[in-house]
């Protein structure tokens, strides 16, 4: 995965930030970002890669990531409720730059049954773009190993 | 005959324009529409073809080129393949093939006048010029007697493509030839690999030490040949020092294992650039299929034909990819190209290795009134397709079986084939259990019945002895390493090698297995998101057994799926696959496409796993050195250690390295031998759409040998 050297420096230190604070009662998860299901014919327009670190303290989830190389400027991120590889609904909204790269976070305090279907997999980050609007990026979120 | 409204305007030569045209004339009694037709609608063949490029720039040309000069996603579509191809055929059959397989991605807004434009385009960039009207679908002339090129030259005499012997040598120059009989089969010389998988067992594992987890670093290029371009996907066969080479297009080739010297070449045709992955040896005979379904009996020594027999009809489709396997003096061979509707089903067959002579079939598909007949739903036999067996099988001497995997039914989705999810379809998607003697089915396991997402459970069959039990194993497309008792059939455990969300449940006790309810109730043109994709957890690069420690390692791949149903009407000659798909990361693998997973044949558990972003192109070998051998679409062919997965020495080759290696001995030294290769279906398409960044050249079929410096 290429991540920018400033990119990656932040997340490491939202790591370090995070650890110190939190120390036990955190989980650490994280989502790979890659192109939505393509055919060969929609491979060059659905495009990009990205990382998300997702910490959770009690019921608050912290997201923090990166995206790169979009076919178009990111129009909204949302966290889906899903098993892998099975899409679901929208249950959160995320915060993201109008960029084709750029940031994507988000301070959640999320309900117990999603607190659950997040350490079961069944949340997945999914962002969109303008060209692609049913989403351009994708990635289930698992427990960071 | 009918030439409903085609009208062939004649720029040929005199005597041939006249002949076409009496023809024409006589068959074309009702053919007055197409004049009045004319004055009405101002669409004609080279409109037709115009509106046809554009359709094919946005819909087809990703795959098979802006010029149809074809890409590692799809074949060529012009000049000398295509017209071997359809240039005996109509209009209307390439239509109708289109219509229902192409694009493999979605159909998406494409119409049938869409379809029709692109056909007009395909044969007019092929050289179809003496056509004016417009096609329609109905439209049935041959389409190279409207090329006037391709006329020309039927009238000049042309040297015809290369047939039989075309180097003419004998291995006794090299080494003495000795036949091969039963018991060294049964028993392989170390030395020697001498059938696909190198053992009737299907291990794939070599007794020799030489190379070895202390020196595997060292390994290095001793020599390597080119080969014939093309789709393949080949195992070589190793015997007595000679490498008896497979090549696309049909064409074997003798080679000294030592030196890399061609000894002899043999054409069998059709020379196309078709993959056929394994040949066979027996007595003192080369035994090879061919890509039109026959099969081939040539001198081992010289390489001159022996015998030849016809194993199916090539013009109803039939068609072979893999060889035989000899057992016991009988040459059993397997069938593919069952996916459309007509009478005649997929067998497996066995002939007579002295001379072809046809000894028994068994047929894969159960039949009204036969026993399993009662599984299809009540269809038509005419409309019950499928139950290829396009992986070689394997064989136990003791028993007298013969084991192989069978493909899913046709097409893809049961709502496709106008059944349900309890229409499970006999003997699709099997481990069939034939008995070598008789033909007749000795027990059958059918893994995935009613098989609803283009995942087959076609691949080889590895036979295990564990103490008292005898066992096979097998690893199909869903990724589910399954263990039955190879005596009886009974279901002894599995194992899921990588992620599959298509079946909610898999009984310890029984193996049934059930499917996802959104999968059990999919559809036309619904959606359904499941994991394998049709790259399968694994296709068709065979796993290793490595006796010693007791484990299975398996090349797999990590790809998901997103697949609608499509229609297909139940008429003859109808059929295909008929499924729409977008291809996704398999979710929690990090954009690992490859896996190389060892499981403990007793437990079942993963002991180890090697994961890397190219996907796996090869099958895995093992060897008494402790070494696993694989290579990936990246051009790395890899030694790792098969206790505990650690890459020990890599090397890049020219282009993706695909094939079986195979390691063998001459003089007391061993060598590994790997081909590099393109072609192929799911297994290149899919990582292709999914991991854009990898390049490799688009030619470079080759054979690598590699050894320890002196």
């Known amino acids: 995965m290429k991540l920018g050297h400033k990119a990656f420096s932040l997340f490491f230190t939202t790591i370090l930030l995070f650890t110190s604070i939190a120390q036990a009662q955190t989980e ?59 899409p679901g609904p929208v249950v959160y909204q995320l915060e993201i730059a109008d960029a084709t790269s750029g940031e994507v976070s988000a301070s959640l305090e999320l309900s117990d049954i999603h607190v659950e279907a997040l350490r079961a997999n069944e949340l997945y980050v999914q962002i969109h773009s303008e060209t692609n609007a049913p989403g351009e990026l994708r990635g289930w979120i698992f427990e960071r190993q | ?61 990703a795959c098979h080129g802006a010029n149809l000069e074809g890409t590692t996603l799809g074949p060529i579509l012009s000049g000398f393949n295509f017209l071997q191809r359809w240039g005996s055929q109509t209009p209307t059959l390439l239509l109708g093939n289109i219509k229902a397989n192409m694009p493999p991605g979605g159909a998406g807004t494409l119409t049938d006048d869409d379809y029709l434009d692109i056909v007009a385009h395909l044969l007019e960039a092929n050289g179809v010029d003496a056509v004016v009207n417009a096609l329609t679908a109905s439209t049935d002339f041959v389409i190279s007697e409207n090329i006037s090129s391709v006329v ?123 993959d056929m992955r394994n ?60 996916a459309r509707y007509i009478p005649e089903d997929c067998y497996i067959s066995a002939y007579d290795a002295n001379n072809g002579e046809l000894k028994w079939q068994f047929e894969t598909i159960a039949e009204m009134g036969q026993p399993g007949g009662d599984t299809w739903g009540g269809l038509d036999d005419v409309f019950r397709a499928g139950g290829e067996t396009w992986i070689t099988g394997s064989y136990d001497p003791d028993l007298k079986l013969t084991y192989w995997g069978t493909a899913q039914q046709k097409p893809w989705v049961p709502v496709s084939r106008h059944m349900t999810i309890f229409d499970v379809g006999l003997y699709t998607n099997s481990t069939v259990a034939v008995n070598t003697d008789s033909g007749e089915l000795d027990w059958y396991f059918q893994h995935v019945p009613a098989e609803a997402l283009d995942l087959d459970e076609v691949f080889e069959r590895v036979l295990v002895n564990r103490g008292d039990d005898k066992l096979v194993f097998s690893l199909g497309k869903y990724g589910i390493l399954w263990k039955n008792d190879r005596v009886s059939g009974q279901f002894k455990g599995y194992t899921e090698t990588v992620f599959q969300n298509a079946f909610t449940n898999i009984n310890a006790e029984t193996g049934e297995v059930t499917y996802r309810q959104d999968i059990q109730n999919a559809q036309l043109n619904e959606w359904t998101s499941a994991c394998p994709s049709s790259a399968g957890g694994k296709d068709w690069h ?56 060892a499981y403990n044949v007793d437990t079942m558990e993963e002991v180890w796993s090697h994961q890397q972003r190219a996907s796996l192109h090869t099958g895995t070998i093992s060897t008494a050195g402790d070494l696993v051998f694989v290579g990936d679409l990246d051009r790395r ?71 320890l410096p002196e």
């Open chain 1, 28 to 86: 650490t998860y994280r989502a790979r970002l890659s192109p939505m299901p393509t055919t060969p014919q929609t491979v060059s327009t659905i495009l990009g890669e990205g990382e998300v670190i997702l910490t959770l303290n009690g019921n608050t989830l912290t997201v923090q990531g990166q995206f790169e190389g979009m076919s178009s400027v990111a129009t909204m991120a949302h966290i889906h409720n899903g098993p892998p590889a099975q």
């Open chain 2, 152 to 274: 020309q030259r039927q009238q000049r005499a042309e040297p015809p493509a290369p047939q039989g012997v075309t180097v003419a040598g004998n291995v006794d120059d090299f080494v003495p030839f000795v036949p091969i009989t039963d018991a060294m089969l049964e028993n392989p010389d170390p030395a020697d690999w001498p059938m696909h998988r190198r053992n009737y067992y299907a291990h794939s594992y070599s007794p020799l030490d030489e190379i070895n987890t202390d020196n595997v670093g060292s390994l290095s290029l001793e020599w390597v040949w080119n080969m014939h371009e093309g789709d393949s996907e080949p195992a070589p066969l190793v015997y007595n020092g000679i490498i008896y080479l497979i090549n696309p297009g049909n064409v074997v080739q003798a080679l000294d294992g030592k030196s890399g010297e061609l000894i002899w070449e043999n054409w069998a045709g059709p020379a196309n650039r078709q």
């Open chain 2, 279 to 338: 040949i066979a040896i027996y007595d003192d005979k080369i035994i090879q299929a061919t890509t039109d379904a026959r099969l081939i009996a040539l001198d081992a020594r010289t390489g001159e034909q022996v015998w030849e027999t016809i194993v199916a009809d090539s013009s109803k489709g039939f068609s072979n990819s893999s060889g035989p396997i000899v057992a016991d003096g009988k040459v059993i061979l397997g069938l593919a190209g069952c």
């Open chain 2, 542 to 597: 065979s796993m290793t057994y490595h006796e010693p420690s007791g484990t299975m390692i398996a090349p797999l791949s990590q790809t998901c799926l997103e697949n609608a149903a499509r229609e297909v009407a139940l008429v003859q000659g109808g059929g295909g696959l008929a499924a729409s798909r977008k291809f996704f990361e398999m979710p929690g693998t990090d954009g690992n496409l490859g896996k190389v997973g």
């Open chain 2, 1 to 61: 005959m009918k030439f409903l409204n085609t009208i062939t305007v004649l720029t040929l030569s005199r005597n041939l324009a006249f002949a076409v045209f009496l023809g024409l004339a006589l068959a074309a009694c009702d053919s007055e529409v197409s004049n009045t037709e004319e004055d009405v609608v101002a669409l004609t063949f080279s409109s037709q073809a115009d509106a046809g490029a554009s359709a094919f720039a946005t819909n087809c040309a």
């Open chain 2, 637 to 707: 062919f890899k030694a790792l250690d098969v206790h505990t997965g650690e890459v020990l020495w890599q090397t890049r080759l020219g282009t993706a390295v695909q094939g079986h290696p195979v390691s063998f001995a001459i003089d007391g030294k061993q060598y590994i031998a790997v081909t590099s290769a393109n072609g192929g279906t799911s297994p290149r398409t899919v990582p292709s759409v999914i991991a854009t960044e990898i390049k490799y050249p688009s030619r470079g079929n080759a054979i690598y040998v590699f050894s």
